[in-house]
């Protein structure tokens, strides 16, 4: 299975601590993307990165990919309350049929204390 | 900001009856997505449609489980029968493809929480 597996599965911090999660995956891809979850809404879309770049930048957000070691990661600086979500990594690749799909992870719970 | 309208938000209901939830993608999205999440499973993908034609729904429980887009304002996926093990938020995803740049970002709708008695 190509599903990304993020580390930790729960991280909590204090306002104005940085928050870094990481993501692991199996196969090829094209790209990485993460996303957001707050409680009971949908999934958003943060930040995607190639698979051609090693680092990526999005206001306070940091992505970092290494496909030789098949991981990426997610650094949230200067952290607030209202980051407290899920996060979820997915990638992006091409099934021998054609589809392109994303498969997510299983995601990293994030709170954020004031 | 154009957002994806997923209907009910809720839907409680007894174990055999049909299920019907619709979705209407974001204006000019040639894709469109259904997924299903639960503790246990995570986010699955259950059917995706691209310029209205389902493309994949192996991971749709073919028996009972139904996508379809009988417009490109509307996307329907239906449950009959319903069955306690469906209980599960519901999400519909639309994007836009482009030639040559495959898995391009998804937005969500804020789902369906579905439960079957």
């Known amino acids: 299975s190509q599903q990304g597996e993020e580390d930790p599965q729960a991280l909590s911090i204090q306002e104005g601590e940085n928050a870094t999660m990481n993501c692991s995956y199996k196969?090829?891809?094209?790209?990485l993307q993460w996303y957001r979850q707050n409680s009971g809404r949908g999934l958003v879309h943060l930040i995607l990165?190639?698979?051609?770049?090693r680092e990526k930048h999005s206001g306070r957000l940091r992505v970092t990919l290494d496909t030789s070691k098949k991981s990426s990661s997610l650094l949230i600086t200067a952290s607030r309350a209202a980051d407290t979500a899920s996060y979820f990594c997915?990638?992006?690749?091409?099934?021998?049929?054609?589809?392109?799909?994303?498969?997510f992870g299983t995601g990293t719970r994030l709170l954020v204390s004031p | 900001d154009a957002r994806v309208t997923q209907t009910p938000r809720h839907k409680v209901t007894e174990m055999g009856q049909e299920v019907t939830m619709r979705c209407q993608p974001i204006?000019?999205?040639?894709?469109v997505f259904w997924y299903r999440q639960t503790m246990m499973q995570g986010l699955e993908l259950l059917a995706y449609?691209?310029?209205?034609?389902?493309?994949?729904d192996s991971g749709m429980p073919k028996d009972r489980f139904s996508a379809e887009m009988p417009d490109a304002t509307l996307a329907t996926l239906k449950i009959q029968p319903s069955e306690p093990r469906d209980s599960a938020v519901y999400f519909c995803?639309?994007?836009?493809?482009?030639?040559?740049?495959?898995?391009?970002?998804?937005?969500f709708g804020d789902g369906t929480r579905l439960s079957i008695l």
């Open positions: 449609f691209r310029n209205r034609a389902p493309l994949d």
């Open positions: 990165i190639r698979s051609n770049e």
């Open positions: 995803a639309s994007g836009l493809e482009k030639y040559r740049e495959p898995n391009q970002p998804q937005h």
């Open positions: 204006l000019g999205h040639n894709t």
């Open positions: 196969t090829s891809i094209n790209n």
């Open positions: 997915a990638t992006g690749g091409i099934m021998n049929t054609g589809f392109q799909k994303l498969v």
